[in-house]
């Protein structure tokens, strides 16, 4: 059997971590936006042999356990103990991990829905235990609630799935512009200083948002997150200003990467493709992604 999931790519605007004993209550408030390119997962499932073997994969590369720990944790879960055959789980991200654009939760949560459709399950159960692995190897907080829900969301209850609540904003025909330049580990910044500034600035942006819950306004409170933080600062602050200059709306910060993204009309790229292409920077256009991940058989 082979079986694919698909998992948008989540940018995450601003947040406020939740630690909890136990991770169904721990997650994050929040805003974010959800893309139609991020995480292609396919679980090949083959019987027959004498053991029962888990192999997971990487855009083709085979990994080891300990730099996959989220996703064997998640397929160890989920196979079952006297199941005898091979387990194939191949992941492919179209944005760079570390990134910022939820690939771990992308590859916890596709797993989980593949695997779950191949041995019996639940979208939650499945979900929860994705948010689960996520939160005890510090992989992240709310992408798994996000990239469950779609669209632009806004987490208002933090916990995982069944537990946190998540609402949408409306939009219209904004497209994401994102600049991917490079790595940021959550790890490293949830267990730095910033974090008070992070809780203080990310409840008063989640309050200003539900005020007037736009995607208008999410830009605005966005950016001042990011710089009121100190997140945003020298090279993404600079290339975020000069974005300022070509869209109407403002640009920011990726929650956690060093990236920029924004919301821009269809009459906005061509500038702005034109400014990135003159600061020899990467970048990529997305849709944004609206309903639940995909999961079913794959027949090619």
Request: cysteine-free.
């Amino acid at each position: 059997m082979l079986v694919r999931a698909f998992v948008p790519a989540h940018i995450t605007a601003f947040f406020v971590p939740v630690f909890h004993d136990d991770p169904l209550k721990a997650g994050s408030l929040g805003a974010g936006v959800n893309l139609n390119k991020g995480t292609n997962v396919f679980a090949s499932i083959e019987t027959g042999t004498l053991e029962r073997h888990v192999h997971i994969a990487f855009n083709g590369e085979p990994v080891r356990r300990e730099d996959a720990v989220i996703s064997y944790s998640v397929a160890e879960r989920l196979v079952p103990e006297d199941f005898l055959g091979e387990v194939e789980v191949w992941q492919y991200f179209d944005f760079p991990n570390g990134h910022g654009f939820g690939n771990s939760g992308g590859g916890a949560l596709g797993t989980a829905l593949a695997l779950g459709y191949a041995f019996g399950g639940t979208w939650l159960k499945a979900a929860q235990l994705a948010h689960e692995m996520e939160v005890r190897f510090r992989g992240g907080l709310g992408d798994v609630v996000a990239q469950l829900t779609g669209g632009i969301e806004v987490r208002v209850k933090a916990g995982g799935p069944g537990i946190g609540v998540v609402d949408n904003l409306f939009f219209e025909d904004y497209r994401v512009l994102v600049v991917p330049l490079g790595r940021l580990s959550t790890r490293e910044v949830l267990d730095g200083d910033v974090v008070k500034a992070i809780e203080t600035e990310g409840r008063k942006a989640l309050e200003e948002l539900l005020k007037e819950p736009k995607p208008e306004r999410l830009m605005s409170i966005a950016r001042s997150f990011a710089e009121r933080t100190g997140l945003l600062s020298g090279e993404l602050l600079e290339l975020a200003r000069e974005l300022d200059r070509v869209l109407k709306l403002p640009s920011s910060m990726v929650m956690l990467g060093r990236s920029i993204f924004a919301l821009v009309r269809k009459g906005e790229l061509d500038a702005a493709k034109a400014l990135l292409a003159d600061l020899d920077v990467p970048y990529d256009v997305a849709e944004i992604h609206e309903g639940k991940p995909k999961v079913g058989r794959w027949v090619g």
